[in-house]
């Protein structure tokens, strides 16, 4: 039985059986559809959250209930009886938060949740033939074990910490209710991405926009205009977002599945194509792949803004800013002139997570025991391993490189503009270079690749 017979059988089992015909139609695997589907509705029900579930007329717990049991039915119908896997290690660690002392609950914790995400994953791999997709159970186990371990370190540190910036100078460990409510919501069940506790908490309440703003006014005099809209409609944020994931499946529909990342490493193109043509389809490719990550990542944006969740302040021209939990920005992304930039935009809210659970608590080798942990709690694939161990030399190298030449190449404008240029392909090369066997995977086809470059 091949990958697709297991997954028409997944989604049988779900009562899902429309979704085949959908998917044989656009040509689209069954659980990419059934992501869609389910972030599609979720986009729908964030509005009426915001709009008829109200803090203003319902009740915290009311609004914690909704969130948690709605989110809930997503992961069961994402994902059949495996969704227990995320119920399992969310009560786990809720009773690991209990009964820890505030001195030890973040160790205990990050052991647990990083480490049974671990088992899942490699059951995913082993034990069911290099990962079904059907029983890819495993991205809401990720977020999750973001969420888990970024409130017992808080838990962990009270005022020492995270709350000195928001005006919180108390920590207490939330009710049961809140703890499955920041955790299987619907917003971010699916897809992320993590967010700080106490600001899911604001939201609700209903004091997240007023505190957002609030602290913009008591950081600047200069702001005007923010406090006449004391609750800002997210409907043009949303609408933005939601043409950014059309054009993001427009180009995949048109560019990615014209350039599959597999045949970078066919045998055929491998021994017919000049080492040119190679470097070229192999920039292509991956520039091709990375549409689905800003759909994604775009789209759970969306969601949150369309449920009043993600207003960070007002940007500079005094309009109000919702990108609190953004996790991609693109143009960055694209125009990066710096190994560290383009890092820095992407998978921004996974890349805070490292920085506060690891980065800037290591008390030596700081960033390759960041990358170890960035690739543990990816997964348990060769590919992920080979990226980011490249990825420590290749930083290390790029800071060197920008620290030592670029203050020659600011004396003017042209050589301002040349050394752009030439570090923007550079930097582009080397993503190329480092994140292929991310995309490829398996230990066989990532030699396969790198032997290329050396022929």
């Not at 938060?97 to 791999?125: D, P, W």
Request: charged fraction near 15%; aromatic fraction near 16%.
């Amino acid at each position: 039985m091949d990958k697709k017979d297991n997954t028409d059988i997944a989604f049988k089992t779900t009562g899902c059986t429309w979704l085949s015909s959908v998917s044989d139609q656009v040509g689209v695997p069954l659980d990419q559809v059934n992501f869609i589907a389910c972030q599609v509705f979720g986009l729908a029900v964030a509005f009426w959250f915001r709009l008829c579930l109200n803090p203003q007329r319902n009740t915290p717990e009311v609004r914690h209930a909704v969130a948690t049991i709605i989110g809930a039915s997503f992961i069961t119908f994402c994902f059949g009886w495996y969704a227990i896997h995320v119920f399992i290690l969310v009560l786990a660690c809720y009773g690991i938060m209990i009964k820890s002392n505030v001195n030890s609950v973040h160790r205990y914790t990050m052991i647990a949740s990083v480490g049974y995400l671990t088992v899942c994953q490699v059951s995913r791999v082993f034990i069911f033939d290099y990962g079904i997709l059907s029983t890819d159970f495993s991205g809401p186990l990720m977020i999750i074990t973001q969420k888990i371990t970024t409130l017992a370190f808080q838990v962990h540190d009270g005022e020492k910490s995270f709350y000195f910036i928001t005006d919180i100078f108390f920590f207490s460990k939330p009710s049961l209710l809140e703890y499955l409510s920041y955790n299987i919501n619907f917003l971010s069940i699916l897809v992320g991405p993590c967010s700080i506790y106490k600001d899911y908490i604001e939201f609700i309440k209903g004091q997240h926009v007023q505190h957002r703003l609030k602290r913009v006014k008591d950081s600047s005099s200069q702001q005007n205009g923010w406090d006449k809209v004391p609750e800002p409609s997210p409907v043009r944020a949303v609408i933005n977002k939601l043409l950014v994931c059309a054009c993001c499946l427009l180009w995949f529909f048109i560019i990615t599945k014209a350039f599959p990342i597999t045949y970078n490493v066919d045998p055929q193109f491998i021994s017919e194509a000049s080492f040119i043509t190679r470097l070229a389809y192999a920039l292509i490719s991956v520039q091709a792949a990375r549409p689905k990550f800003y759909f994604a990542w775009t789209l759970a944006d969306a969601i949150h803004n369309a449920a009043g969740y993600g207003v960070s302040g007002v940007n500079e021209r005094g309009e109000v800013s919702w990108d609190l939990i953004s996790n991609v920005r693109i143009w960055e992304i694209e125009t990066a002139t710096s190994f560290k930039s383009f890092i820095d935009s992407w998978n921004i809210q996974t890349a805070l997570w490292l920085k506060s659970v690891c980065y800037d608590r290591a008390p030596y080798y700081r960033m390759p025991l960041t990358f170890v942990l960035s690739a543990i709690w990816h997964g348990v694939y060769p590919g992920y391993y080979f990226t980011f161990i490249t990825a420590i030399p290749i930083t290390l190298a790029a800071r060197s490189v920008r620290r030592n030449f670029r203050e020659y190449f600011l004396s003017s404008p042209l050589l301002k503009i040349c050394y752009d240029v030439v570090t923007w392909a550079a930097t582009q090369l080397t993503v190329c270079y480092t994140v292929m066997p991310f995309l490829l995977l398996a230990v066989e086809p990532t030699m396969q690749y790198y032997r290329r470059f050396t022929s």
